[in-house]
Nanobody
Framework: QVQLVESGGGLVQAGGSLRLSCAASGLTFSRYGMGWFRQAPGKEREVAASISWSGANRYYLDFVKGRFTISRDNAKNTVYLEMNSLKPEDTAVYYC???????????????WGQGTQVTVSS
């Protein structure tokens, strides 16, 4: 049974930082591309960042470039999203997801976590 469990969300003031973690189990983690998605109320889900199975390739949504960093530790079956200089517009539920066939924003993601809320106050 595949499980993706996110943690690290919370309430932070604008300009602050948060680090999200996603612990994976039940799959061969090092064979999966991983993505961090987000969905704000009334908006479509979007990929904030994604990373290839080896960590060699990364994608970032333009709005988060230079502020967010995605990384992974295959020995710990965990993917991270370091978020700095947070803005109120970053407020959303953040989900991690795993893709067996790719890693980019257009890849099919096969497994999803339950999400963690990030709220940035102005």
């Amino acid at each position: 049974q595949v499980q993706l469990v996110e943690s690290g969300g919370g309430l932070v003031q604008a300009g602050g930082s948060l680090r999200l973690s996603c612990a994976a189990s039940g799959l061969t983690f090092s064979r999966y591309g991983m993505g961090w998605f987000r969905q704000a109320p009334g908006k479509e889900r979007e990929v904030a960042a994604s990373i290839s199975w080896s960590g060699a390739n990364r994608y970032y949504l333009d709005f988060v470039k230079g502020r967010f960093t995605i990384s992974r530790d295959n020995a710990k079956n965990t993917v991270y999203l370091e978020m700095n200089s947070l803005k109120p517009e970053d407020t959303a539920v953040y989900y991690c997801a795993a893709s067996r066939t790719g890693w980019g924003p257009r890849s099919q993601y096969d497994y999803w976590g339950q999400g963690t809320q990030v709220t940035v106050s102005s």
